[in-house]
């Protein structure tokens, strides 16, 4: 595929948005074999409410 082998790590403050724009390429990224994962200091309640789709 792709994408595979490929990591892609963000911030979720100002580096990382959730918007629909951002999450629909997220999903293509994913769709072709890439990996995408947030670091972030803010709790998971947050991070599970941005990400539940």
């Not at 990591?7 to 390429?25: A, G, H």
């Not at 072709?32 to 991070?47: D, L, M, P, Q, W």
Request: charged share 30%; hydrophobic share 30%.
């Amino acid at each position: 595929m792709k994408y595979d082998g490929i990591l892609i790590c963000s911030d979720m403050d100002v580096t990382f948005e959730p918007t629909e724009q951002n999450i629909n390429s997220l999903k293509e990224f994913q769709a072709e074999g890439g990996k995408f994962s947030v670091a972030t200091g803010r709790n998971i309640k947050y991070v599970k409410k941005h990400f539940e789709e």
